[in-house]
């Protein structure tokens, strides 16, 4: 299957995701089912994917509706999305994705795993309740 999913570390608090070559929209559901259950399993943490893409540089057709119906059933503790790569398409895809907004704030583009791990830890501290001084 070109798509793997797997926790990234052993804290729970990202999934990853790892697209290899050409996918399908149903690869895609029956891998998003997997990591919305992931969700479910530790309900206490706050889930990110980190989708890595920079072994593929398609997207299959109707993937702007698939994703919108897949975010409405997100888990109540999944905060979004850090897509990894440097592919044109994928970077106009989702920059057209930012502007829609059922999908506004969902997913973010970073060009490496390094950028995406930071990116995520920065929304992390950047969420955090203030505590008063």
Known sequence: M???IRW????????LWEIE??????EMHEIY???NNMCLEVPENTINALIDMTRS???PSNILSALTTRSRTNTPNFDMTVVVSNNALVKAFLNIMGKMTALHDQFALVRSMEEGLAFIEKR?????????T
């Open 2 to 4: 070109p798509i793997q």
């Open 8 to 15: 990234y570390d052993n804290t729970k608090s990202i999934i």
């Open 21 to 26: 070559g050409q996918w399908t929209l149903n």
């Open 33 to 35: 089912t997997i990591g």
């Open 57 to 59: 540089n398609s997207l």
């Open 124 to 132: 992390r501290r950047d969420r955090e309740p203030k505590s008063p």
